[in-house]
C-alpha cells in the first residue's frame, strides 16, 4: 500500500508576539513548521484588521517556508498580485467574497502562486463543485474566521470527511487545510477524516510551551 504523505502543520502567526513577529517566524522555521500560515483580514469581511502585503513582504527574509496566506477580504481579486509580489506562495480567498470565483483562481495561478479557496463554517461543500479540479488547497474553516483561540466546531468532522471523499472520488491530490481550534487532541481527529494539513495559531504560540514544544506535541499526537 502507498503510505500517505506526510500531514504538514502550518502555525498562524495571529497568535504570535507582533512586536518579534521575524523572530518567532524564525522559531517556528526552525521547530519544524511546514509552512507560515499568514492571516490577512480588512474589517469588512471580518471585522477584525491584522495585516498586509508588507509584513508578508518582510516576513519573507525570516523564512523560506511556504508562506500560506489566507485572505479573509472582500474582493481578494484586487489584493492577489500585491500578495503574490510580497511572496506568497500560497494564495487561499473565500469563496463567500468571490462572485467570480474561477477568474480569481485563475489570475492566482498566473501569478505563479498555488490557488486555494477557503469555506466558512455554514457554507456547502457544493459550492466547490465546478472548482475543485482547479484548486491547489482547500481550506475548511473549522471556526467562525476573525478571531484566534476559538474552539474547535465538532460538525465540521463531517465536512472534512465529505471533501476528503470528494477528492478521492476525483483522484485529486489537493490539500485539504482545516484552519480554527486545532490542538493535539483535535489534530488526530480531523486527520483521521482526510485532513492533510494543519492550521494551529493559540496550539503554537500560546500555549505556555516554546513554539518547539508545542508543535511537536502536536506532530506526536499523530502518532
Ligand atoms: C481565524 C484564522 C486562523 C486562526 C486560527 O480566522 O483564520 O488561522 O489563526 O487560530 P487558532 O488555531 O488559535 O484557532
Ligand atoms: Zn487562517
Not at 469588512?44 to 519573507?60: D, E, K, N, Y
Not at 480569481?104 to 463554517?121: D, F, H, M, Y
Not at 477524516?193 to 511537536?216: H, I, N
Request: with cysteine; aromatic share 4%; glycine share 8%.
Amino acid at each position: 500500500m502507498e503510505s500517505s504523505p506526510r500531514v504538514k502543520l502550518a502555525p498562524s502567526i495571529l497568535s504570535a508576539d507582533f512586536s518579534r513577529l521575524g523572530e518567532q517566524v524564525a522559531e517556528a522555521t526552525k521547530a519544524g513548521a511546514d509552512y507560515i500560515h499568514v492571516d490577512v483580514m480588512d474589517g469588512h469581511f471580518v471585522p477584525s484588521i491584522t495585516v498586509g502585503a508588507p509584513v508578508v513582504a518582510a516576513i519573507r527574509h525570516w523564512t523560506d517556508l511556504p508562506l500560506d496566506v489566507h485572505l479573509m477580504v472582500e474582493a481578494p481579486e484586487s489584493q492577489v498580485d500585491q500578495f503574490a509580489q510580497a511572496g506568497a506562495d500560497i494564495i487561499t480567498v473565500h469563496i463567500e467574497a468571490c462572485p467570480h470565483i474561477q477568474r480569481v483562481v485563475q489570475k492566482i495561478k498566473g501569478l505563479g502562486v498555488k490557488a486555494g479557496v477557503s469555506l466558512n463554517p455554514g457554507t456547502p461543500v457544493s459550492t466547490l463543485n465546478e472548482i475543485l479540479s482547479s484548486l491547489d488547497l482547500v481550506l475548511v474553516m473549522t471556526v467562525h474566521p476573525g478571531l484566534g483561540g476559538q474552539a474547535f466546531i465538532e460538525a465540521m468532522l463531517d465536512k472534512v470527511a465529505c471533501l476528503r471523499a470528494e477528492l478521492d472520488r476525483r483522484g485529486l491530490a489537493t490539500e485539504l487545510e482545516v484552519d480554527g481550534g486545532i490542538t493535539a487532541e483535535v489534530a488526530p481527529r480531523v486527520v483521521r477524516v482526510g485532513a492533510t494539513v494543519l492550521v494551529a495559531g493559540a496550539a503554537v504560540f500560546k500555549s505556555g510551551q516554546t513554539v518547539k514544544e508545542a508543535l511537536e506535541k502536536i506532530r506526536a499526537s499523530l502518532g
